[in-house]
């Protein structure tokens, strides 16, 4: 890591059906985050838009965009602050091609990299195969003048293998920017148990990889256009935890909210003294790992 501690900004929001009211609210948190000393800033996943994956409709393929366009929205002000920006977005990559794809903006404007999503889900809701393309560019880490970025999205915050192989590749922390909520008509209950597994994995791959993880949701009900179910009702919770899985901040469940928290990296190289996971793997008899199951 080039800082030894990283004061990391997370905005966590509710988005419209405006592209540019959510690109120039996002712009002016990323200037107040500056403001108050952040040097990387996350947003959470497709910050363009509502999340249009409740539905199949061809029509949506129109909020995609280029990378080059969607990066000059946000290069002069991640410059002129001169920090490092996480950013998600619908990628028309090429006609019929599209991608769930976070883009991040290093502090001289440029692009450092691009994550194209990797696990895509299928399921009621989040109707993401109809609308991206599995990802082509791995599980590698994005580097930037801050660090290496291991970035990932939603999704994929429920496969370790994912996280892992961006730990082996060098990655500094894990980055997941993210859209997940509830559905309105489960139980409290069951609200609660898919709330806190979500929080769970994540940090056990904070506690596994001896590594911080920064996960982003926005916030905030969205209705389904298509009226087939009742919407989705995102759960915020947005954290940062450090390499043992502690809570360094918790964002509110349903309300908008900036903060800035102080990683230090330092922990990172103690951490794995104490618990040196990656010297005691048994890489010599992971082979079963590539099966999609064994029968």
């Known amino acids: 890591m080039k800082e030894t501690r990283l004061k990391t900004g997370i905005i966590q929001r509710a988005y419209c059906d405006d592209m540019e009211i959510n690109r120039q609210r996002n712009i002016a948190a990323i200037e107040s985050l500056a403001a108050d000393g952040a040097r990387l800033i996350v947003l ?70 691009k994550y194209r999503k990797m696990h895509i889900p299928d399921d009621p809701g989040f109707y993401e195969k109809f609308y991206f393309t599995p990802g082509d560019l791995g599980f590698k880490p994005i580097e930037t003048s801050l660090g290496k970025l291991g970035v990932l999205v939603c999704w994929d915050q ?14 500094d922390l894990l980055i997941y920017p993210t859209a997940i909520g509830w559905n309105p008509d489960d139980s409290s209950d069951e609200k609660q148990r898919q709330r806190e597994a979500w929080i769970t994995i994540q940090r056990s791959h ?73 010297r005691d793997r048994r890489i010599e008899h992971y082979e079963d790992l590539k099966c999609r199951f064994k029968d």
């Open 44 to 113: 959470s996943e497709l910050h363009d838009s509502l999340y249009f994956c409740q539905s199949e409709d061809v029509d949506n393929f129109n909020l995609a965009v280029d990378i080059e366009e969607f990066h000059s929205n946000y290069a002069e002000v991640v410059e002129a602050n001169g920090i490092v920006l996480v950013t998600s977005t619908f990628e028309r990559r090429a006609p019929g091609l599209y991608h769930n794809t976070a883009v991040v903006i290093d502090a001289d404007g440029s692009i450092a990299g």
């Open 158 to 171: 429920w496969y370790p293998e994912a996280s892992r192989i961006m730990t082996l590749n060098g990655a």
């Open 206 to 278: 904070a506690i596994a990889n001896g590594i911080p993880v920064v996960s982003v949701n926005r916030c905030g009900f969205e209705e389904d256009p298509s009226g087939q179910t009742s919407g989705i009702d995102f759960w915020g919770s947005s954290f940062i935890c450090g390499p043992q899985g502690e809570i360094l901040h918790m964002c509110s469940t349903n309300s908008p909210e900036e903060a800035i928290v102080d990683i230090d990296f330092s922990r990172t190289e103690n951490v794995r003294h104490w618990w040196p996971f990656l």
